[in-house]
Nanobody, 122 residues
Framework: QVQLVESGGGLVQAGESLRLSCAAS????????LGWYRQAPGKQRELVATITADGSTNYADSVRGRFAISRDNAKNTVYLQMNSLNPEDTAVYFC????????????????WGQGTQVTVSS
């Protein structure tokens, strides 16, 4: 079984920083895209940032310049450094693994983590 486990969420004040981590465990050969999404109360889940296996990144306009995504392919781990947080960043943050291959010739699957709460007070 493959599991994604997020950590690093919490309660901070506006202007502060947090670093989220997400580790994928199980038998994993490769992961095409690792990403972070978030869902605020009463809103749909939205993209925050993604990173491909070769390091290409994509950010939502609302976080570009404040957040930085990175990954450690050897550890199957993705990080999200969040700076200059504001109350609008309050949400449950979900880690995603897209195009995960468990063996070299296996099919591709997508997985989600259980989410970690980030709360930013004003």
């Amino acid at each position: 079984q493959v599991q994604l486990v997020e950590s690093g969420g919490g309660l901070v004040q506006a202007g502060e920083s947090l670093r989220l981590s997400c580790a994928a465990s199980g038998i994993i050969f490769s992961i095409d895209i690792l990403g972070w999404y978030r869902q605020a109360p009463g809103k749909q889940r939205e993209l925050v940032a993604t990173i491909t296996a070769d390091g290409s990144t994509n950010y939502a306009d609302s976080v570009r310049g404040r957040f930085a995504i990175s990954r450690d392919n050897a550890k199957n781990t993705v990080y999200l450094q969040m700076n200059s947080l504001n109350p609008e960043d309050t949400a449950v943050y979900f880690c995603s693994a897209q195009g995960l291959r468990r063996y070299r010739t296996s099919s591709l699957y997508n997985y989600w983590g259980q989410g970690t709460q980030v709360t930013v007070s004003s």
